[in-house]
């Protein structure tokens, strides 16, 4: 069995960076890798709708791959990744025309027959054809051996084992690989390429390596395991292992050259590798970002969020579908896990403080605690236990509450209706008659307590803390611990609240005492 080493940093990789690799840094990584005598460099995405033409790996022709190329890797097996209905396969030219020497086609199981169209038509151009069926295991025996034969008539380079959800255990990954072995022509390559959802990723390819196989193999791997999520096999620990079993000719220190002058920089920006999410996306064998998606929102247990997880239908399992997930989640947390009692006693002669959790509170903390002392307030804290007493405690956020409850009198404890306590709190609020605004659905805990206000008609309102999302800043008055850092996150709930501020203005006078990323909606 020859094995040969797919280096993918520059196209998995580019989950991470958004493919904004700069051409110094693209120039870099393929001379790294062709130092390294890697066997075959995947160079990007081929995508001539989102794709660019300059210091991006996501490409939107073959002439831009070509020029970022330049005189790089002479030497070596070069490809790029086409998704099927990203690219339009007219305007690839012919093999002989462009430095790439081979496409690799990703595709889902309901598009076999597309696939295997534009296959055809990519073969008949002269490129190696690397046929790549995402999420292997949800394909039957009968349908796996039926792609292959298939396939097997393409005159195909590569036929690949795909573990797009890294969850594939020994005994699966096993099986995947002899039935692709038994059925695939003895002269197409048979490829794996693998995720590390659960660790697996270097143990099922140290299995393929003692496989006895009488045909060429391939080995997908990214250098330092860059990739979406958990990552991907790490290219310098496959070929250091190689090494050792083989005396194969593979040189690791310009791989950790890259790690240490390039990759570090963007794992600390947006870390990969295991975490409960990847975890749980694995396990339930869903696309990772459903898993993500819940638990950046940092408001349910691992524990809820696989109750949720578990009701993604079948067929929505391979493809994220945000609309799908959020259907999900808003009826997890619609769900009454407490039943709706009493009313907050707030007397007509005073004024309503409501505090967030923002770091702003600290930086005004003697005026806000004037206020208190005044005794001419109701003081609410939101999802958090402030550095003063307050009259109430409202809590929506599941985590919050078991976080910050302990020790509260429970008279003084208001949740809405999704929180779980094992205690009769003072006051239980109904979350469906607070969490919609103009119809939408919100889940914020200082637009909650605006609907609530409004519903028991008060006029006026003070906020501190409602600071909005940064990055690059301490988003909390107190010491979280479970910090989300996403941009796009970040974006989206400024977003939401933003606009159920701009809603909410005209049925209540929101004032706020403290700096805020929404102070411009009422002209501040």
Not at 281 to 290: F, G, I, M, V, W
Not at 292 to 297: D, E, G, M, R, T
Request: charged share 20%; proline share 2%.
């Amino acid at each position: 069995m020859n094995i040969k080493i797919l280096d993918c940093t520059l196209r998995d990789g580019g989950y991470i960076n958004n493919w904004e690799f700069s051409q110094p840094q693209i120039s870099k990584i393929v001379n790294a890798l062709e130092k390294s005598k890697i066997d075959i460099i995947e160079l990007g995405y081929l995508d001539d709708k989102k794709g660019n033409s300059i210091n991006s790996t996501l490409f939107n022709s073959i002439v831009s791959v070509d020029k970022a190329l330049s005189d790089l890797a002479k030497t070596v097996q070069k490809v790029v990744m086409i998704d099927l209905f990203c690219f339009d396969i007219d305007k690839l030219p012919l093999q002989s025309d462009t430095k790439i020497n081979g496409i690799r086609l990703a595709f889902h199981k309901k598009d076999i027959n597309t696939a295997l169209m534009t296959a055809k038509k990519i073969i008949d151009l002269g490129y190696q054809l690397f046929f790549q069926p995402m999420v292997t295991k949800n394909y039957t025996y009968d349908e796996f051996s039926a792609l292959i034969i298939m396939a097997n008539k393409l005159n195909i380079y590569a036929f690949y084992v795909v573990d797009s959800f890294g969850s594939m255990s020994l005994n699966e990954f096993q099986y995947y690989i002899s039935l692709a072995n038994k059925f695939l022509n003895s002269s197409i390559v048979l490829g794996y390429h693998s995720h590390n959802n659960m660790q697996l990723a270097f143990s099922n390819a140290i299995n393929l390596c003692s496989e006895k196989i009488d045909r060429e193999v391939i080995l997908d791997s990214s250098i330092y395991g860059m990739g979406r999520g958990a990552g991907n096999l790490n290219t310098e620990l496959i070929a250091d292992y190689l090494n050792t079993i083989n005396k194969h000719k593979y040189q690791i220190i310009p791989l950790l050259e890259v790690i240490d002058e390039i990759l570090v920089f963007y794992f600390k920006k947006h870390p990969w590798g295991f975490s409960p999410a990847q975890y749980l996306s694995a396990s339930l064998d869903c696309h990772p970002n459903y898993a993500s998606y819940l638990v950046n929102k940092k408001t349910t247990h691992i524990a809820d969020i696989r109750q949720i997880l578990e009701q993604v239908p079948l067929e929505n399992k391979n493809s994220f579908d945000k609309q799908i997930v959020d259907a999900l989640y808003q009826v997890f947390l619609l769900t009454e896990k407490s039943k709706p009692k009493s009313q907050l006693n707030i007397p007509s002669d005073k004024k309503i403080l409501l505090v967030a959790s923002g770091s702003s509170i600290n930086d005004s903390l003697t005026s806000i605690k004037d206020k208190v002392a005044s005794d001419n307030y109701v003081i609410i804290a939101l999802n958090h236990k402030p550095q003063f007493i307050c009259d109430y405690y409202f809590f929506s956020n599941q985590q919050r509450f078991d976080e910050f409850t302990g020790g509260l009198p429970l008279e003084k404890q208001v949740a809405t209706s999704n929180i779980f306590s094992k205690s009769l709190v003072g006051c239980v609020i109904s979350l469906n008659s607070i969490a919609y605004v103009e119809n939408n659905f919100v889940s914020n805990v200082a637009i909650l307590m605006i609907n609530y206000l409004i519903l028991n008609r008060i006029k006026k309102v003070e906020i501190a803390g409602l600071d909005g999302y940064q990055i690059g800043r301490n988003n909390y008055a107190y010491d979280e611990t479970s910090i989300v850092v996403n941009e796009d996150l970040f974006k989206e709930l400024n977003k939401t609240i933003n606009d159920s501020l701009l809603q909410l203005k005209d049925s209540i006078n929101i004032e706020l005492i403290t700096p805020s990323a929404y102070a411009d909606i009422f002209g501040k």
